[in-house]
């Protein structure tokens, strides 16, 4: 996939997350947990994500792309 073709499946994901976990390794998720804005005004968000292993890669190129696989374009 191109960059663009990255951006513009990335700007139709809903809730979705880049993870760092702190060791180089990151996700793209959407499972999970938050607060829902009941308008739309910027607020304070709290997420609670869960990542299944295998979506940890060593780039976010690579993080992204797996994501893409798992969902479709």
Do not use: Y
């Not at 998720?29 to 304070?44: E, L, R, T």
């Not at 968000?45 to 798992?70: D, G, M, P, Q, Y």
Request: contains cysteine.
């Amino acid at each position: 996939m191109t960059d663009t073709e990255i951006l513009n499946w990335l700007e139709k994901q809903c809730g979705g997350a880049l993870v760092n976990d702190d060791n180089g390794h990151w996700a793209f998720v959407s499972d999970g947990m938050q607060n829902i804005p009941m308008d739309d005004d910027v607020f304070d968000l709290e997420a609670v994500l869960w990542v299944e292993k295998n979506a940890f890669k060593s780039t976010i190129r690579e993080a992204i792309l797996h994501a893409v696989t798992r969902r479709g374009k």
